[in-house]
Protein backbone atom coordinates (compact mmCIF):
# COMPACT_ATOMS: atom_id res chain seq x y z
CA UNK A 1 0.00 0.00 0.00
CA UNK A 2 1.37 3.35 -0.96
CA UNK A 3 1.78 5.66 2.03
CA UNK A 4 3.42 8.14 4.31
CA UNK A 5 3.96 6.65 7.85
CA UNK A 6 5.45 8.31 10.53
CA UNK A 7 6.61 7.70 14.14
CA UNK A 8 5.81 8.06 16.81
CA UNK A 9 2.08 9.32 16.28
CA UNK A 10 1.58 11.20 19.93
CA UNK A 11 5.14 12.11 21.99
CA UNK A 12 5.22 14.07 25.64
CA UNK A 13 8.36 15.34 26.30
CA UNK A 14 10.16 17.84 28.80
CA UNK A 15 11.89 21.47 27.56
CA UNK A 16 15.64 20.43 25.74
CA UNK A 17 15.36 16.85 25.19
CA UNK A 18 16.35 16.11 22.01
CA UNK A 19 13.98 14.05 20.05
CA UNK A 20 13.31 12.83 16.31
CA UNK A 21 9.94 12.27 14.59
CA UNK A 22 10.65 10.07 11.71
CA UNK A 23 9.25 9.98 8.44
CA UNK A 24 9.57 7.58 5.42
CA UNK A 25 7.36 7.08 1.96
CA UNK A 26 6.81 4.35 -0.24
CA UNK A 27 6.18 6.08 -3.25
CA UNK A 28 9.55 7.02 -5.01
CA UNK A 29 8.59 10.12 -4.31
CA UNK A 30 11.69 12.91 -4.97
CA UNK A 31 9.81 16.02 -2.83
CA UNK A 32 9.08 15.56 1.00
CA UNK A 33 8.39 17.91 3.18
CA UNK A 34 8.00 18.56 7.13
CA UNK A 35 4.45 20.95 8.37
CA UNK A 36 3.14 21.92 11.72
CA UNK A 37 -0.65 22.32 11.98
CA UNK A 38 -1.85 24.64 14.98
CA UNK A 39 -5.61 25.50 15.74
CA UNK A 40 -6.18 28.62 13.33
CA UNK A 41 -2.89 29.10 11.61
CA UNK A 42 -3.67 26.30 9.46
CA UNK A 43 -0.40 24.14 8.04
CA UNK A 44 2.75 26.31 7.84
CA UNK A 45 5.69 24.41 5.91
CA UNK A 46 9.04 23.76 8.34
CA UNK A 47 11.29 22.51 6.22
CA UNK A 48 11.47 20.75 2.78
CA UNK A 49 13.79 18.43 0.46
CA UNK A 50 13.63 18.14 -3.17
CA UNK A 51 15.81 14.76 -3.50
CA UNK A 52 18.11 12.89 -1.18
CA UNK A 53 21.28 15.58 0.32
CA UNK A 54 19.02 18.26 -1.18
CA UNK A 55 16.67 20.34 2.12
CA UNK A 56 15.52 24.26 2.52
CA UNK A 57 13.87 26.13 4.81
CA UNK A 58 10.31 26.71 4.79
CA UNK A 59 7.82 28.99 6.45
CA UNK A 60 8.52 28.17 10.35
CA UNK A 61 12.14 26.74 10.47
CA UNK A 62 13.47 27.92 13.57
CA UNK A 63 14.53 25.41 16.16
CA UNK A 64 14.06 22.40 13.96
CA UNK A 65 16.47 20.41 11.35
CA UNK A 66 16.27 18.21 9.05
CA UNK A 67 18.38 15.03 7.25
CA UNK A 68 17.57 13.76 3.91
CA UNK A 69 20.69 10.50 3.56
CA UNK A 70 17.91 8.48 1.66
CA UNK A 71 15.03 9.33 -0.51
CA UNK A 72 12.40 7.14 1.42
CA UNK A 73 13.13 8.90 4.68
CA UNK A 74 12.94 12.39 5.96
CA UNK A 75 13.49 12.80 9.93
CA UNK A 76 12.63 15.53 11.59
CA UNK A 77 14.65 17.00 14.56
CA UNK A 78 13.89 18.61 17.44
CA UNK A 79 17.77 19.45 18.62
CA UNK A 80 15.85 21.69 21.91
CA UNK A 81 12.43 21.38 22.13
CA UNK A 82 10.39 24.34 24.03
CA UNK A 83 6.83 24.50 24.45
CA UNK A 84 6.21 26.71 21.92
CA UNK A 85 6.53 23.57 19.42
CA UNK A 86 3.71 21.45 20.89
CA UNK A 87 1.76 21.17 17.69
CA UNK A 88 0.58 18.51 14.94
CA UNK A 89 3.23 17.35 12.82
CA UNK A 90 2.70 16.54 9.19
CA UNK A 91 5.27 14.87 7.55
CA UNK A 92 4.35 14.71 3.01
CA UNK A 93 5.93 13.79 -0.10
CA UNK A 94 5.40 14.32 -3.73
CA UNK A 95 6.44 13.16 -7.25
CA UNK A 96 7.31 16.32 -8.48
CA UNK A 97 7.32 19.08 -6.08
CA UNK A 98 5.47 21.59 -4.84
CA UNK A 99 3.02 22.08 -7.54
CA UNK A 100 1.94 18.15 -7.35
CA UNK A 101 -0.32 16.50 -5.23
CA UNK A 102 0.98 15.96 -2.00
CA UNK A 103 0.72 12.43 -0.03
CA UNK A 104 0.06 13.42 4.37
CA UNK A 105 1.49 10.93 6.88
CA UNK A 106 -1.22 10.39 9.95
CA UNK A 107 0.99 13.53 12.16
CA UNK A 108 2.50 13.23 15.51
CA UNK A 109 0.82 15.02 18.17
CA UNK A 110 3.97 16.55 20.11
CA UNK A 111 3.40 17.93 23.98
CA UNK A 112 6.48 19.89 25.06
CA UNK A 113 6.69 20.30 28.50
CA UNK B 1 0.52 39.36 2.69
CA UNK B 2 0.24 36.37 1.57
CA UNK B 3 -2.82 34.51 2.37
CA UNK B 4 -5.04 31.83 1.67
CA UNK B 5 -8.61 32.06 3.44
CA UNK B 6 -11.60 30.58 4.29
CA UNK B 7 -15.12 32.43 4.24
CA UNK B 8 -16.92 30.32 6.50
CA UNK B 9 -14.77 28.76 9.83
CA UNK B 10 -17.83 25.85 9.64
CA UNK B 11 -20.59 24.68 7.68
CA UNK B 12 -23.70 22.54 8.36
CA UNK B 13 -25.31 20.76 6.59
CA UNK B 14 -28.54 18.31 6.07
CA UNK B 15 -27.19 15.07 4.56
CA UNK B 16 -28.17 14.64 0.77
CA UNK B 17 -28.09 18.91 0.56
CA UNK B 18 -25.33 20.19 -1.44
CA UNK B 19 -22.56 21.30 0.29
CA UNK B 20 -20.30 24.84 -0.76
CA UNK B 21 -16.84 25.96 1.03
CA UNK B 22 -15.32 28.82 -0.30
CA UNK B 23 -11.72 30.45 -0.49
CA UNK B 24 -10.39 33.59 -1.14
CA UNK B 25 -6.59 33.63 -2.22
CA UNK B 26 -4.60 36.72 -2.36
CA UNK B 27 -1.58 35.70 -5.10
CA UNK B 28 -2.17 35.95 -8.57
CA UNK B 29 0.79 34.42 -9.35
CA UNK B 30 -0.82 31.31 -7.82
CA UNK B 31 -1.26 28.50 -10.92
CA UNK B 32 -2.24 25.65 -8.87
CA UNK B 33 -4.89 25.04 -6.52
CA UNK B 34 -5.89 21.84 -4.71
CA UNK B 35 -8.29 21.19 -2.01
CA UNK B 36 -7.69 18.37 1.11
CA UNK B 37 -9.91 16.55 3.37
CA UNK B 38 -9.02 15.94 6.40
CA UNK B 39 -10.57 13.99 9.15
CA UNK B 40 -10.31 13.65 12.90
CA UNK B 41 -7.18 12.21 13.51
CA UNK B 42 -5.56 11.86 10.52
CA UNK B 43 -3.59 13.57 7.78
CA UNK B 44 -4.96 15.91 4.83
CA UNK B 45 -6.26 13.62 2.13
CA UNK B 46 -6.37 15.05 -1.17
CA UNK B 47 -9.81 15.69 -3.06
CA UNK B 48 -9.69 17.69 -6.24
CA UNK B 49 -7.26 19.88 -7.89
CA UNK B 50 -7.49 22.48 -10.87
CA UNK B 51 -5.06 24.35 -12.97
CA UNK B 52 -5.12 28.11 -13.44
CA UNK B 53 -5.63 27.64 -17.08
CA UNK B 54 -9.16 25.85 -15.93
CA UNK B 55 -12.02 27.58 -14.59
CA UNK B 56 -13.74 24.35 -13.81
CA UNK B 57 -13.44 20.73 -12.83
CA UNK B 58 -15.55 17.88 -11.93
CA UNK B 59 -14.85 14.12 -9.71
CA UNK B 60 -16.68 12.29 -8.20
CA UNK B 61 -19.39 14.11 -6.27
CA UNK B 62 -17.22 17.13 -6.17
CA UNK B 63 -16.85 20.07 -8.28
CA UNK B 64 -13.94 22.96 -7.94
CA UNK B 65 -14.41 26.13 -9.40
CA UNK B 66 -11.99 28.68 -9.72
CA UNK B 67 -12.81 32.83 -10.50
CA UNK B 68 -9.25 34.39 -11.33
CA UNK B 69 -10.92 37.62 -11.98
CA UNK B 70 -11.83 37.44 -7.80
CA UNK B 71 -9.28 35.00 -6.59
CA UNK B 72 -11.93 32.83 -5.66
CA UNK B 73 -12.03 29.09 -5.71
CA UNK B 74 -14.97 26.66 -3.98
CA UNK B 75 -15.57 23.38 -3.31
CA UNK B 76 -19.09 21.64 -4.06
CA UNK B 77 -20.20 18.77 -2.68
CA UNK B 78 -22.97 17.07 -3.96
CA UNK B 79 -25.65 14.66 -2.03
CA UNK B 80 -23.49 15.64 1.20
CA UNK B 81 -22.97 12.44 2.98
CA UNK B 82 -22.06 11.56 6.50
CA UNK B 83 -19.00 10.61 5.38
CA UNK B 84 -18.29 14.31 4.18
CA UNK B 85 -17.67 15.10 7.52
CA UNK B 86 -14.47 16.59 8.05
CA UNK B 87 -12.18 19.87 7.68
CA UNK B 88 -11.61 21.21 4.17
CA UNK B 89 -8.14 22.96 3.48
CA UNK B 90 -7.36 24.86 0.16
CA UNK B 91 -4.27 25.44 -1.02
CA UNK B 92 -2.33 27.50 -3.60
CA UNK B 93 0.88 26.60 -4.80
CA UNK B 94 3.04 28.83 -7.27
CA UNK B 95 6.96 28.70 -6.13
CA UNK B 96 5.46 27.40 -2.61
CA UNK B 97 2.47 26.16 -1.38
CA UNK B 98 0.03 28.04 1.32
CA UNK B 99 -2.83 26.36 3.12
CA UNK B 100 -5.84 27.81 4.28
CA UNK B 101 -6.63 27.68 8.16
CA UNK B 102 -9.73 25.37 6.99
CA UNK B 103 -13.82 24.76 7.42
CA UNK B 104 -15.26 22.33 9.41
CA UNK B 105 -18.18 20.43 8.13
CA UNK B 106 -20.69 19.10 9.93
CA UNK B 107 -23.40 17.00 8.21
CA UNK B 108 -26.48 16.29 9.91
CA UNK B 109 -28.08 13.16 9.27
Known amino acids: EAQVTQNPRYLITVTGKKLTVTCSQN?????MSWYRQDPGLGLRQIYYSMNVEVTDKGDVPEGYKVSRKEKRNFPLILESPSPNQTSLYFCASSFGGRQETQYFGPGTRLLVL | GENVGLHLPTLSVQEGDNSIINCAYSNSASDYFIWYKQESGKGPQFIIDIRSNMDKRQGQRVTVLLNKTVKHLSLQIAATQPGDSAVYFC????????FGPGTSLSVIP
Open chain 1, 27 to 31: MNHEY
Open chain 2, 91 to 98: AEAYDKVI
